[in-house]
């Protein structure tokens, strides 16, 4: 079993209004084999967390930890993040002109593990997970996202997922832009890489919608930069009763 530990995490970014704190002491720990939702309001620090996590240099770290195993995450560059276990599924996944979705599978995927993957098994492999999310097979041919609808690529982004096996998975607002369909075959994949591999999943999110698909162990409410409220289940279902206001409220009047 592997774990990630976040302790006391304050990150801040800078602004044309000078530096401005968005992480206030974040405390969360995640196991394999288990999933945790991330929910809250706009602006609450769920996207800063992912993508701190993945080392993004728009964010900067003023003080606290993350571990994964006990190694310091922080002290990684971005590549060893990835060749540590950790993958971000992004909210807006980017157009990477020039370079085709098999290229950049193969070359991510032997960066990952030091050695490039046999063809022949490569390849069934590739096919194998493209016919799962439904995706033709033509994508593997263009050019990574180019072009891509929102469904798509989210659908890439989920491909990557199921290839690239990682240990811990960050998907920010996979659900955001998907109809029902998408929704559905996406979390199936996502489904399938945590059995197959023993995936841990942090999934950020706003809506309710995803988790009738991806089962949550545990729901974290992000209110202003801090865990407000954990629980169960049963947690994304009150939030889907009575929204955010009673923490915005507490917020305000603390």
């Not at 199936?188 to 995803?210: C, D, F, Q, S, W």
């Not at 289940?233 to 917020?251: I, K, N, Q, S, V």
């Amino acid at each position: 079993m592997s774990v990630i530990e976040i302790r006391d995490l304050h990150v801040s970014v800078e602004t044309d209004q000078g530096t401005k704190p968005i992480l206030k002491g974040v405390n969360l720990t995640i196991n394999t084999g288990e999933t945790h939702a991330i929910m809250g309001p706009n602006g609450s620090g769920k996207s800063t967390l992912a993508y701190t996590i993945a080392g993004h240099p728009k964010y900067t770290v003023d003080s606290g930890s993350i571990t994964l195993d006990g190694e310091d995450v922080l002290s990684m560059t971005v590549d060893e993040r990835a060749r540590a276990g950790l993958f971000l599924a992004m909210q807006y996944p980017v157009e990477i002109p020039g370079v085709t979705v098999t290229n950049f599978l193969r070359t991510a995927k032997t960066a990952i593990d030091g050695e490039a993957p046999g063809i022949r098994g490569w390849m069934k492999d590739v096919k194998g997970a493209m016919e799962n999310l439904r995706m033709d097979s033509s994508f593997a041919a263009r050019n990574v996202n180019e072009g891509f609808s929102g469904g798509e690529k989210k659908r890439n982004e989920i491909l990557q997922l199921e290839l690239l096996k990682p240990t811990f998975a960050v998907l920010d607002e996979t659900d955001s832009g998907l109809d029902v369909d998408a929704l559905r075959v996406v979390s199936e994949g996502v489904n399938r890489a945590k059995e197959n591999t023993g995936l841990g999943v942090l999934l950020i999110t706003h809506y309710t919608r995803i988790l009738r698909y991806i089962k949550p162990d545990f729901v974290h409410v992000f209110v202003n930069g801090r865990v407000a409220e954990e629980g169960g289940p049963e947690l994304a279902d009150r939030l889907e009763e009575e929204g955010y206001d009673r923490f915005l409220t507490e917020t305000a009047v603390s």
